[in-house]
């Protein structure tokens, strides 16, 4: 999930742009210089306007944040990529005001923070920026990011205060300018032509409070002499099974604790899971029938009469799609080396690789839903296939995107329309950064979804949450086993199922890579 947070002492700047001195001819222009035809010097130009400052102060605590303050600590960045990050007007993607990758963004870190400066092009939304931050209008700005999972450090003083540092950014997605502060003491500038500092507030914590703003902040900090759930999974784990207590069991499987195991199933820190496009739905028994909601573009209102009874609407609303959850096995592997050393985070070893065993089944499966003969299959040989397909054969209604693996997107990603522009387009928003037709295209892996026998590019247009539907048991259960003479750890058992919705929500296609699929 991606959190945004305003930066305490930013210093943000906007840099004048100055003139640039007038220069002379050079000697060839001086020698075609006659009295009649008088070669004149350079015209003044003005230089690039810019922002630079702090997009992250290190060890500068936040204001509350909900019964907590946070800081970041100095070594949050180390190993990120940086190379793609984006500075943005209001972290909005259709305003983009410098990028690293075009190299109008520098990013810095050093003893203080990140330090950043963006050098902004002439438009009208980044000289509206500028504009504003040398005014005082616009004085806010912060950065978008997520966290690796368990890096996070929670400590409470003797008065009570609660503080989160953070050790460690997974993502840092853009720089942002926004226009309303959260931090009481955040200070940036912007050097007008007075050369006065004005002072502005640089870090935004809007997004955690609106997706936070109703919870409690329970089960965060873990008393020493407090024994919890995930205590006793740690030493269930590390007794090789033969520790129970606080655990519950079933049969003579422990089940894991829910605050292991929901941000695995909710797929918090999975980025590579289809299941985030389908509909997800939590059963509580083994088997049943779900009615979920469906797309109806012939459902209307009845007119009524004064006094008259409500009609009936003659439409189907629901389908009700039968569920029958399989069990699901499988094994989290774990060297004595690992147990035996306390330093390490146990729990967070077992939850990453449950969740890469939670990634691929739900892969795999979904994938068998969607090439299942309960969805029409196409053939496409050039790019006006695709669009008859995209804008004909799919309900308009639809949430479309595009799903494809690894090779046909290496494939569309060479092709390119009559006047010569790539036909896959920029969308940072969409998982592979591109679109196609306005819909987004997530790439998925060839070993997930292989080419055609006949060597065509396989693909899947349509809106995944109306095609296919996950029913998931949130209980799962582990038992300590040995594997084989060299190898011991978790066995693990989830329990879910996957099933189609509605048959008209996805089409598969076989796309030919002739030379006429560039068409």
């Given at each position: 999930?991606?959190?945004?947070?305003?930066?305490?002492?930013?210093?943000?700047?906007?840099?004048?742009?100055?003139?640039?001195?007038?220069?002379?001819?050079?000697?060839?222009?001086?020698?075609?210089?006659?009295?009649?035809?008088?070669?004149?010097?350079?015209?003044?130009?003005?230089?690039?306007?810019?922002?630079?400052?702090?997009?992250?102060?290190?060890?500068?605590?936040?204001?509350?944040?909900?019964?907590?303050?946070?800081?970041?600590?100095?070594?949050?960045?180390?190993?990120?990529?940086?190379?793609?990050?984006?500075?943005?007007?209001?972290?909005?993607?259709?305003?983009?005001?410098?990028?690293?990758?075009?190299?109008?963004?520098?990013?810095?870190?050093?003893?203080?923070?990140?330090?950043f400066e963006a050098t902004l092009p002439d438009t009208t939304t980044a000289n509206?920026?500028?504009?504003?931050?040398?005014?005082?209008?616009?004085?806010?700005?912060?950065?978008?990011?997520?966290?690796?999972?368990?890096?996070?450090?929670?400590?409470?003083?003797?008065?009570?205060?609660?503080?989160?540092?953070?050790?460690?950014?997974?993502?840092?997605?853009?720089?942002?300018?926004?226009?309303?502060?959260?931090?009481?003491?955040?200070?940036?500038?912007?050097?007008?032509?007075?050369?006065?500092?004005?002072?502005?507030?640089?870090?935004?914590?809007?997004?955690?409070?609106?997706?936070?703003?109703?919870?409690?902040?329970?089960?965060?900090?873990?008393?020493?002499?407090?024994?919890?759930?995930?205590?006793?999974?740690?030493?269930?784990?590390?007794?090789?099974?033969?520790?129970?207590?606080?655990?519950?069991?079933?049969?003579?499987?422990?089940?894991?604790?829910?605050?292991?195991?929901?941000?695995?199933?909710?797929?918090?820190?999975?980025?590579?899971?289809?299941?985030?496009?389908?509909?997800?739905?939590?059963?509580?028994?083994?088997?049943?029938?779900?009615?979920?909601?469906?797309?109806?573009?012939?459902?209307?209102?009845?007119?009524?009469?004064?006094?008259?009874?409500?009609?009936?609407?003659?439409?189907?609303?629901?389908?009700?799609?039968?569920?029958?959850?399989?069990?699901?096995?499988?094994?989290?592997?774990?060297?004595?080396?690992?147990?035996?050393?306390?330093?390490?985070?146990?729990?967070?070893?077992?939850?990453?690789?449950?969740?890469?065993?939670?990634?691929?089944?739900?892969?795999?499966?979904?994938?068998?839903?969607?090439?299942?003969?309960?969805?029409?299959?196409?053939?496409?040989?050039?790019?006006?296939?695709?669009?008859?397909?995209?804008?004909?054969?799919?309900?308009?209604?639809?949430?479309?995107?595009?799903?494809?693996?690894?090779?046909?997107?290496?494939?569309?990603?060479?092709?390119?329309?009559?006047?010569?522009?790539?036909?896959?387009?920029?969308?940072?928003?969409?998982?592979?950064?591109?679109?196609?037709?306005?819909?987004?295209?997530?790439?998925?892996?060839?070993?997930?979804?292989?080419?055609?026998?006949?060597?065509?590019?396989?693909?899947?247009?349509?809106?995944?949450?109306?095609?296919?539907?996950?029913?998931?048991?949130?209980?799962?259960?582990?038992?300590?086993?040995?594997?084989?003479?060299?190898?011991?750890?978790?066995?693990?058992?989830?329990?879910?199922?996957?099933?189609?919705?509605?048959?008209?929500?996805?089409?598969?296609?076989?796309?030919?890579?002739?030379?006429?699929?560039?068409?």
């Open positions: 999930m991606e959190d945004r947070r305003l930066t305490i002492n930013a210093e943000l700047r906007a840099a004048e742009p100055t003139p640039q001195a007038p220069t002379e001819p050079q000697d060839s222009d001086k020698q075609d210089k006659t009295d009649n035809n008088p070669q004149p010097a350079k015209t003044a130009q003005n230089s690039p306007k810019k922002l630079s400052g702090y997009a992250i102060v290190w060890n500068t605590p936040s204001k509350d944040l909900g019964g907590f303050k946070e800081v970041v600590s100095p070594d949050a960045l180390k190993g990120v990529d940086l190379s793609n990050v984006l500075m943005l007007n209001d972290h909005d993607y259709t305003q983009v005001l410098a990028s690293v990758k075009a190299g109008t963004l520098k990013l810095t870190p050093d003893d203080k923070g990140l330090y509206d920026v500028f504009a504003n931050v040398k005014a005082g209008n616009l004085d806010s700005c912060s950065f978008s990011f997520d966290v690796d999972d368990g890096s996070d450090k929670w400590e409470k003083d003797d008065q009570g205060n609660i503080t989160r540092t953070i050790n460690q950014i997974k993502d840092l997605f853009d720089v942002s300018v926004v226009a309303v502060p959260a931090y009481d003491s955040t200070n940036v500038a912007a050097n007008n032509s007075d050369n006065k500092d004005v002072q502005v507030n640089t870090r935004s914590y809007e997004q955690f409070i609106k997706g936070e703003n109703n919870k409690m902040t329970e089960k965060t900090i873990i008393d020493n002499n407090e024994k919890t759930e995930t205590r006793s999974f740690e030493d269930f784990i590390r007794s090789h099974g033969e520790m129970r207590d606080g655990l519950a069991t079933s049969g003579v499987a422990a089940v894991i604790p829910e605050e292991v195991v929901t941000p695995v199933l909710e797929l918090k820190n999975s980025k590579y899971n289809l299941a985030q496009y389908a509909t997800v739905k939590t059963v509580s028994a083994g088997s049943g029938h779900y009615p979920i909601a469906k797309r109806n573009n012939k459902a209307t209102l009845a007119t009524k009469e004064e006094l008259a009874e409500i009609a009936d609407v003659d439409a189907n609303m629901f389908e009700d799609v039968p569920f029958d959850v399989k069990t699901r096995a499988g094994k989290i592997a774990l060297s004595n080396e690992v147990i035996d050393d306390s330093a390490v985070d146990i729990v967070s070893e077992v939850k990453n690789q449950l969740q890469k065993l939670v990634d691929n089944t739900d892969n795999q499966n979904i994938m068998k839903v969607l090439t299942s003969a309960t969805f029409k299959k196409e053939n496409a040989t050039s790019t006006d296939d695709l669009k008859k397909i995209f804008n004909v054969e799919l309900d308009p209604a639809l949430n479309k995107m595009w799903l494809v693996n690894q090779s046909g997107f290496n494939y569309l990603d060479t092709l390119k329309d009559s006047e010569g522009r790539y036909l896959l387009q920029p969308n940072p928003t969409a998982a592979s950064g591109f679109s196609l037709f306005g819909a987004p295209v997530v790439m998925i892996s060839d070993a997930v979804m292989p080419n055609n026998t006949d060597g065509s590019f396989p693909m899947i247009a349509g809106d995944i949450s109306e095609a296919v539907a996950v029913f998931r048991r949130n209980q799962v259960t582990a038992q300590w086993d040995k594997f084989d003479q060299f190898a011991q750890g978790l066995s693990v058992i989830v329990r879910n199922d996957y099933k189609p919705i509605s048959a008209d929500a996805a089409i598969n296609i076989s796309l030919s890579n002739g030379k006429g699929a560039g068409k």
